[in-house]
């Protein structure tokens, strides 16, 4: 009972993982410079994603512009798509699985196929969180290598968005969640190795018996 609440827990954080995946790559917020100028009625509020970028006015305007040209992106944006649509494909293909190894369903047949199904749910879930860690740490030290960089204007520099965050907190959700799920299967299975069922023995014995009986008979 306590397996199946833990499967369920990181189930759950798993879903979280998941929409915090989708929700971050989509959103254009990676990055923010926030330029105020002489007057805080012309703020303007600059936002950078991975496929589009956002300007908000302070006066209620806000437009933004797709990024068509694939080629013409720095190296770490081109890394950051695919590396981010991978998280969600490999965190949906986890949520699917997980679905049929848990022991709170009752899909999936027998409780070795489940647990199989489970080990193989929690590595998805580990490799979309280290998919999704990946990008968003690469960003991120690019955004602080140019901000603290002298040469780069003031106004060019810029700060990690919500995005980010988002990104961050999403591989830590995966990450857990999958860890949760293959050693909750491990160690079913290394307590089915230790501890052979009894069922075996019994049947070893009745042979043993049955035999000793056939013996008895033909003296």
């Keep these: 009972m ?13 879903l979280f993982g998941v929409f915090g995946d989708i929700a971050a790559t989509l959103l254009p917020n990676w990055k923010v410079n926030a330029d105020v100028g002489s007057n805080i009625i012309t703020a303007i509020t600059q936002m950078q994603g991975l496929w589009m970028d956002c300007t908000w ?19 770490y944006i081109q890394a950051a798509r695919t590396t981010m649509v991978l998280s ?3 965190s949906a293909f986890g949520i699917c699985i997980t679905t049929v ?15 199989h199904a489970c080990f193989a749910g929690g590595v998805c879930f580990i490799l979309a969180g280290i998919s999704g860690l990946v990008p968003t740490s690469w960003y991120t030290r690019e955004i602080i290598s140019n901000f603290l960089d002298q040469t780069i204007p003031e106004s060019s520099k ?27 299967c491990f160690k079913k299975q290394q ?3 230790i501890y052979p069922p009894k069922k075996h023995h019994f049947q ?3 042979q043993e018996s049955n035999a000793g009986y056939n013996l008895k008979d033909y003296v």
Excluded at 61 to 74: A, G, N, R, V, W
């Design 191 to 193: 307590g089915a190795w």
């Design 88 to 90: 969600c494909i490999l």
């Design 158 to 184: 810029h700060e990690p968005g919500g995005a980010v965050y988002t990104g961050f907190i999403s591989a830590g959700f995966l990450l857990i969640a999958g860890v949760i799920f293959c050693t909750s």
């Design 57 to 75: 006015y302070s006066t209620g305007m806000f437009s933004c512009t797709l990024k068509y040209s694939i080629l013409s992106l720095p190296v």
């Design 2 to 14: 306590a397996s199946a609440s833990l499967q369920f827990f990181a189930f759950i954080l798993a």
């Design 101 to 115: 190894g848990m022991k709170c369903t009752k899909l999936g047949g027998d409780s070795d196929s489940k647990s």
């Design 204 to 206: 070893a014995t009745e």
